[in-house]
C-alpha cells in the first residue's frame, strides 16, 4: 500500500533502563518535508533518534514507525541504513586506523547492493567523493584521515555532513548538529545540509536552538516535552521558543491532560 | 591479473576455516616415539652425510637433559614425546624432475590451498617452496634464480648439494643448544627452505614457503635457513595451515637469518595453522624459534608476523645487531579467538653502535582468548648510541578475553634510547553501531575496525600477503561479537 507520507510514528513509547522516555510520540512526515524538534534537556530528543536508527540502549513497549510502508522497527540498524535513513551523530565516533575512503567505500556499496546495484567503480567512487567534498567545503586533507581520528568538534560535523552527501538518504536526522559550532562553520554545515537536499529528501532536524534553523528552515515545528510532542507550529514557533524559553511550555503541558498530535495545517 | 588474484585469494580465504581438509595420499611414516635410533633412522632417510647425523644426535643427547621451558603465559597440556611421530613424508617417485612427476593428489592439494606449483599459472613474481609433513614437495622457478646465483631449494638438497654453506650457517644464529624446542628441531627436523643471495643481488621476485601439515600425529619440524650475503636483498614470505583435527598437533620450527654487511632481509609471516574448534579442542601447538643476526654493518632485518592459527603460540623473532648501524624491526599483529592462547613478542639485542630496532606489535584477544606480548630490548655496554621504540597496543572484543604485556628492558650504554608505548582498548559498541548505521553489518564493521588497528602492520607485508591477512583476520574474528 503506498502512503503519502515517508514515516510515521504512532503512539510511539520507549525505554531505557525501565525508565520510560518516549511517552506516546507521534509524528508524520512527508517527502520532502523539513521538521525540527526542539525540547528542552532530557525530554527525549536523543532517545527518538537512537529508537528510529536501531540502536539497542532504548527498548520499544508500544506504537508503531512505518517507513516507506515498510515496519521500521523490525529492521536492523544496518537495514534501516541501507533503506535510507541516515543519522548525523551529536557525537560522532572516531575509528582509528580506516580511512575515510575505505570506510565510505565499504558504506556506499553495502547500499547499492542492498538496492540490487552493482558496486560503484573506482574512478566514479572518487570522483563522487571529489564531487561531494566542494559542495560541502569539507578539506579535501580529512578524507585522507581515518574516520573522525583527530578531527576538531567542527571538522566532525562537517564530515556527518559530507557523509549524508555521499549516501543520498531518504530521511536524514540532525541530531544536535549545531552543538560546538562557531557561527562561521554553523553557516558551511548548515548549507551543506541545503545544497545536498534533493527535491524529496526530508529532514529531522533535532535541537536544543532555534539557531540552526535560520539556516534550515523547517516546514514545522514540534516541541518535545516529558516524552510527547505537546506542541506543533510553523517556523514562527521556533522564534518563540528562542525568545521565551520552554517554562511556558511547560505550564502548558502540565495543565494539558490531552496527548499532542501533529498540528498539521 | 589483479582481479585474478583478488578472486583467488578471496576463494581461499572466505568463510571459516577453510583448509581443515585432509589430503588422501600415501605416506611413509615412520613408528611414533622419540629415541637415538629415531633420529638416525630420519637421516637414513633423508641419506644425509655423517655431518649432519653427528649434529642431530649432540642436539638429542643434549634435548634429553633438558625441561620445557614453563615461563611464558601459557597453559600448555602436557606432550608426551613417545605419542608424536617424527617424520611423514608423502610418498612419490624418488627423483622429480618435472612437475608431473609430481603425485596429482598433492599439486590438488596445493592448488586448493591457493598454491599452484605450475609456475606460469603461479601468481607473478612469487617463487614457492612447498612443504607438506616433513617433506618440500617442489620449490617454484629454481632455475630462473639460479642464473643471479640465487640457491633457493629444500634444506635436504642444501645439504647434499651445497654442505659447505649449510656447515657454515646452520646453528650459527640458534645453536643446537639454544631452547627446549629448538633443540628437539635440531635433532629432528625434516625438512624446510634453503636460500643464499648471493653478494650484492636483489632477489628480483618475492621467495615463499608453503607448509602444509596433513598427516595425523605427526609433529612438523622444518627448518629454515636464509642467508643474505653482502649488499643482498631479499623478501621473504612463510605461510601455513593444516587440517582440523580433535587432537593436538606439534608444530617446533628454527628458522635463522643473517644478514652480512649491507644486505636487507625482509620475512613475513602469515600463520594459519588450524586453531582448534570453538570449544577449544584440537589445532596446532605452535613453539618456534625465529632469530636472526645482523652480522655486518649497515644491514637490516625486519619480521613481519600476522598471527591468526594455532591453539598455543609460543614465538619470539628475534634480532642480534651486532653490525654497527644495523637495524631490527618486528611488526607484528596477533588475533586470539575462542580458546586460543599466544605468547609472542620479540628480542632485540643491540651490541653495534648506533643500532636501532623497532617494534610495532598489536594483539587482539576476542572469546575466551589470552593473548601476551613479551618482549627484551637489550643494549649492551658497547652499543653506543642503541635506539629502540616499542609500541604495544592490545584491542579486546568481549569480556571473557585477557590481554598482557611482559616488556624487559635490559640498558648498559647510558647513550641509548629505549622507548615504549603501550594501550590498551576495546572495540567500542559505538563505533560499531556508527558503522551499522552507515550501513555496514557488525561483522564487517568488526572487520573494518580491527584491520584499521592492525593497518601499521599489514601495511608492512607485501601486497599478496596484506589482501590475505585482512580477510584472514576478519574471519578468525567472526562470531567474536554479537
Request: with cysteine; proline share 4%; aromatic share 8%.
Amino acid at each position: 500500500m503506498q502512503t503519502e507520507f515517508l514515516i510515521q510514528i504512532k503512539d510511539l513509547k520507549a525505554s531505557i533502563d525501565n525508565k520510560e522516555i518516549l511517552k506516546g510520540l507521534s509524528l508524520e512526515v512527508k517527502p520532502g518535508e523539513i521538521h525540527a524538534i526542539m525540547g528542552p534537556n532530557g525530554s527525549g530528543k536523543s532517545t527518538l533518534a537512537n529508537v528510529l536508527t536501531g540502536r539497542e540502549i532504548a527498548t520499544v513497549t508500544a506504537g508503531t514507525v512505518t517507513f516507506e510502508g515498510k515496519n521500521l522497527l523490525e529492521m536492523s540498524p544496518e537495514e534501516r541504513a541501507r533503506e535510507g535513513i541516515f543519522l548525523s551523530f551529536q557525537y560522532p565516533i572516531e575509528i582509528p586506523g580506516v580511512s575515510m575512503v575505505n570506510f565510505m567505500k565499504t558504506a556506499i556499496n553495502e547500499q547499492r547492493k542492498h538496492r540490487g546495484l552493482e558496486p560503484l567503480s573506482a574512478s566514479e567512487f572518487l570522483r563522487q567523493m571529489r564531487e561531494k567534498k566542494e559542495l560541502v567545503e569539507i578539506d579535501s586533507a580529512l578524507t585522507n584521515r581515518s574516520v573522525n581520528e583527530g578531527f576538531s568538534g567542527g571538522e566532525k560535523k562537517k564530515n556527518e555532513i559530507f557523509q549524508m552527501a555521499m549516501l543520498e538518504p531518504r530521511l536524514a536526522l540532525l541530531d544536535e548538529t549545531d552543538s560546538g559550532l562557531d557561527i562561521d562553520a554553523l553557516r558551511i554545515v548548515a548549507n551543506g545540509v541545503n545544497k545536498i537536499r534533493r527535491p524529496d529528501t526530508s529532514v529531522i532536524v533535532i535541537t536544543h536552538y532555534q539557531r540552526l534553523l535560520d539556516y534550515i528552515v523547517p516546514d514545522f515545528v514540534h516541541v518535545l516535552y516529558d516524552g510527547r510532542i505537546v506542541k506543533s507550529g510553523g517556523p514562527e514557533l521556533a522564534l518563540k521558543l528562542e525568545e521565551r524559553g520552554y517554562d511556558w511550555i511547560r505550564k502548558e503541558a502540565e495543565v494539558s491532560e490531552e496527548t499532542w498530535t501533529t498540528d498539521r495545517k | 591479473m589483479e582481479n585474478d588474484q583478488d578472486k583467488l585469494l578471496g576463494e581461499v580465504t572466505s568463510g571459516e576455516y577453510k583448509y581443515g581438509f585432509v589430503t588422501d595420499i600415501e605416506t611413509d611414516v615412520i613408528p611414533k616415539g622419540l629415541s637415538e635410533d629415531v633420529v638416525r633412522l630420519i637421516s637414513a632417510k633423508k641419506e644425509e652425510p655423517e655431518w649432519m647425523l653427528e649434529f642431530r644426535l649432540k642436539a638429542f643427547r643434549h634435548w634429553q637433559t633438558m625441561k620445557m621451558p614453563n615461563w611464558a603465559h601459557l597453559r600448555i597440556p602436557e606432550i608426551d614425546y613417545q605419542e608424536i611421530i617424527f617424520y611423514a613424508a608423502p610418498k612419490q617417485k624418488k627423483s622429480l624432475n618435472s612437475l608431473s612427476d609430481v603425485d596429482p593428489e598433492l599439486l590438488k592439494t596445493f592448488d586448493k590451498l591457493g598454491i599452484p606449483l605450475e609456475e606460469q599459472k603461479h601468481l607473478a613474481g612469487v617463487a614457492v617452496d612447498a612443504v607438506m609433513d616433513s617433506i618440500s614437495v617442489k620449490t617454484t622457478f629454481r632455475e630462473t634464480l639460479a642464473e643471479m646465483g640465487i640457491i633457493f631449494c629444500s634444506f635436504s638438497e642444501a645439504v647434499k648439494e651445497h654442505p659447505g654453506l649449510v656447515q657454515k650457517y646452520l646453528a650459527s644464529v640458534v645453536p643446537y643448544t639454544d631452547n627446549f624446542f629448538a633443540t628437539l628441531n635440531s635433532a629432528v627436523f625434516s625438512d624446510g627452505s634453503f636460500c643464499y643471495i648471493p653478494k650484492g643481488v636483489r632477489c628480483p621476485m618475492e621467495l615463499s614457503t608453503y607448509f602444509r601439515i596433513n598427516a595425523s600425529n605427526t609433529g612438523q619440524f622444518e627448518r629454515t635457513l636464509l642467508i643474505a650475503d653482502e649488499d643482498a636483498y631479499v623478501s621473504y614470505l612463510e605461510g601455513c595451515t593444516a587440517p582440523m583435527r580433535d587432537e593436538n598437533q606439534l608444530h617446533a620450527a628454527v628458522v635463522e637469518i643473517v644478514a652480512e654487511r649491507g644486505a636487507e632481509v625482509k620475512y613475513s609471516t602469515v600463520q594459519n595453522w588450524y586453531p582448534g574448534d570453538k570449544e577449544g579442542k584440537g589445532g596446532i601447538f605452535n613453539f618456534v624459534t625465529k632469530r636472526g643476526i645482523c652480522k655486518g654493518d649497515n644491514s637490516k632485518i625486519s619480521w613481519t608476523q600476522v598471527e591468526t592459527g594455532s591453539a598455543i603460540t609460543w614465538k619470539y623473532p628475534s634480532c642480534i645487531l651486532r653490525g654497527n648501524n644495523s637495524v631490527g624491526e618486528f611488526y607484528s599483529v596477533a588475533v586470539t579467538n575462542n580458546y586460543q592462547q599466544a605468547d609472542t613478542g620479540t628480542k632485540m639485542i643491540h651490541i653495534g653502535r648506533n643500532t636501532k630496532s623497532t617494534i610495532v606489535s598489536k594483539g587482539i584477544s576476542a572469546g575466551f582468548g589470552q593473548n601476551s606480548y613479551r618482549g627484551l630490548v637489550k643494549v649492551l655496554g658497547k652499543a653506543e648510541g642503541a635506539r629502540n621504540f616499542s609500541q604495544c597496543d592490545s584491542l579486546l572484543l568481549g569480556d571473557k578475553c585477557g590481554a598482557h604485556t611482559f616488556p624487559y628492558i635490559e640498558v648498559d650504554n647510558p647513550s641509548a634510547i629505549v622507548e615504549h608505548e603501550a594501550t590498551t582498548s576495546r572495540i567500542g559498541e559505538d563505533q560499531i553501531f556508527y558503522c551499522n548505521q552507515r550501513g555496514i553489518s557488525t561483522e564487517d564493521a568488526i572487520g573494518l575496525i580491527v584491520n584499521g588497528y592492525a593497518r601499521e602492520v599489514i601495511n608492512k607485508l607485501p601486497m599478496e600477503f596484506a589482501v590475505e591477512a585482512q580477510k584472514l583476520l576478519q574471519i578468525s574474528l567472526e562470531g567474536s561479537v554479537g
